[in-house]
């Protein structure tokens, strides 16, 4: 009995199968954790590359219709002033598109940010029983510790403050003002 108290905890642990056992999932569940970070972050990196593209193809379409419009306009006669509701209600109806599509990917980013941050607090809570146990070896009390990491993934509270304007709302906000100013000009364009 006295030997094993002056052994190294991880000595003590390796004789002990409980606390082996204990050691032992926790790691692994440690390495998925760490696994599901990384493809959160994979995701994460992928939805803003996305939205990028959205924002690139937004402003060049916008740009290449108007383009059009204006060499069309500068050939044609005043009968296409006439006809300004079809390329105004095409844009229109683009310009809600990409609108639609890039708030819907804020939103997906926003949620992959939600769960990566979880993951990482669940990874540094294991990490921390882990070291627990790596010190205390056979002192490690296995049903009060398992308990209380229970205990703080259930009781975790998520709190949703107040919705407020963010970033991403003036971003739509942008882009919905950038779709009015293309209407405007378009019938400029064709009705000058």
């Not at 940010?113 to 070896?137: F, P, T």
């Not at 991403?168 to 000009?185: A, E, K, N, Q, Y």
């Amino acid at each position: 009995m006295e030997s094993k108290q002056y052994l190294h905890p991880l000595h003590q642990i390796a004789q002990t199968p409980t606390h082996k056992l204990l050691l032992k999932q926790w790691l692994k569940e440690e390495e998925l954790i760490l696994n599901r970070i990384s493809l959160k972050e994979t995701q994460l990196d992928s939805t803003r590359h996305q939205i990028t593209q959205l924002y690139c193809l937004f402003f060049l379409f916008h740009s290449t219709a108007l383009l059009l419009l204006f060499s069309a306009a500068a050939n044609a006669a005043a009968h296409l002033c006439k006809r300004s509701w079809v390329p105004s209600l095409c844009s229109l109806l683009f310009s809600l598109g990409f609108i639609w599509a890039i708030r819907y990917k804020n939103d997906v980013e926003c949620h992959v940010e939600k769960m990566l941050e979880r993951e990482k607090e669940d990874s540094s809570l294991l990490a921390k029983c882990v070291e627990e146990l790596k010190k205390k070896g056979v002192e490690f009390d296995l049903l009060k510790e398992v308990d209380a990491l229970r205990r703080a993934k259930s009781l975790r509270v998520e709190s949703k403050p107040v919705r407020k304007w963010s970033g991403r709302d003036f971003v739509t906000l942008f882009f919905f003002t950038v779709s009015c100013l293309v209407l405007g000009l378009t019938r400029v364009i064709l009705c000058s």
